[in-house]
């Protein structure tokens, strides 16, 4: 099964559980959202798409506001700051990628920045991971 929106993922997971399809149905769901974890978590849920809005916005905004601080005459020393090869790679990773329940050995699909477990994802975006548990 696969939901297009955030929202789609725990019903999807939650529907699997009550249905006892869990292990018979395999949902991959869009958005990493907090109602999805206890269905990550309980093997309803096995994937998702991660765009990690939280991530992406944040280091967009703070990119811009270095480099208005900078002056357009330092923006390549800015931008090696979160690129070491810049200009040659001008690919700055936004967060976009693919959250799985259990490592799976595959070789991702080029728009897809990385392939991390949940847990993987949790230590490497503690921030992100924070705005995605907060209850609220």
Same mark, same amino acid.
């Given at each position: 099964?696969? +939901?297009?929106?955030?929202?789609?993922?725990? $019903? /999807?997971?939650?529907?699997?559980?009550? %249905?006892?399809?869990? =292990?018979?149905?395999?949902?991959? @769901?869009? +958005? #990493?959202? +907090?109602?999805?974890?206890?269905?990550? %978590?309980? =093997?309803?849920?096995?994937?998702?798409?991660?765009?990690?809005?939280?991530?992406?916005?944040? #280091? $967009? =905004? &703070?990119? *811009?506001?270095?480099?208005? *601080? @900078?002056?357009?005459?330092?923006?390549?020393?800015? /931008? &090696?700051?979160?690129?070491p090869?810049?200009?040659?790679?001008?690919?700055?990773?936004? =967060?976009?990628?693919?959250?799985?329940?259990? %490592?799976?050995?595959? &070789?991702?699909?080029?728009? #897809? @920045?990385w392939?991390?477990t949940?847990?993987?994802? $949790?230590?490497?975006?503690?921030?992100?991971?924070?705005?995605?548990? $907060? &209850? @609220?």
């Open positions: 099964m696969l +939901g297009y929106y955030d929202y789609c993922g725990p $019903a /999807l997971g939650e529907a699997v559980t009550r %249905k006892d399809k869990i =292990g018979k149905i395999i949902v991959h @769901a869009d +958005g #990493l959202i +907090g109602g999805m974890i206890q269905y990550f %978590k309980n =093997g309803a849920i096995w994937a998702t798409i991660e765009l990690n809005q939280f991530y992406g916005s944040y #280091l $967009a =905004g &703070k990119i *811009l506001y270095e480099l208005v *601080l @900078a002056g357009k005459d330092k923006w390549e020393a800015v /931008l &090696k700051e979160y690129v090869d810049w200009p040659k790679n001008k690919t700055i990773d936004p =967060g976009f990628g693919w959250v799985t329940r259990e %490592k799976f050995d595959v &070789k991702p699909w080029p728009e #897809l @920045a392939i991390k949940l847990d993987e994802y $949790a230590k490497d975006y503690p921030e992100a991971w924070k705005v995605i548990t $907060a &209850k @609220a």
